[in-house]
């Protein structure tokens, strides 16, 4: 009898301890961040400005 009781009583422990509800799971978003580039490509529009200034100036004199 004691053996049926402890049977029954971790019947009872598993199934409530495995059971789960019907809503669905929160899953948090993967955020991936892009890489910046190096900082040498960000000079070359204003040394190319630099260069068309200066030679407007040049051709100015």
């Given at each position: 009898?004691?053996?049926?009781?402890?049977?029954?009583?971790?019947?009872?422990?598993?199934?409530?301890?495995?059971?789960?509800?019907?809503?669905?799971?929160?899953?948090?978003?993967?955020?991936?961040?892009?890489?910046?580039?190096?900082?040498?490509?960000?000079?070359?529009?204003?040394?190319?400005?630099?260069?068309?200034?200066?030679?407007?100036v040049a051709?100015a004199d």
């Amino acid at each position: 009898m004691k053996k049926l009781v402890l049977a029954a009583a971790l019947a009872a422990a598993a199934s409530t301890a495995t059971a789960g509800s019907m809503a669905d799971p929160i899953v948090e978003p993967i955020v991936v961040e892009e890489q910046a580039g190096s900082s040498a490509q960000g000079i070359w529009v204003p040394l190319l400005l630099l260069a068309v200034v200066a030679a407007a100036v040049a051709a100015a004199d």
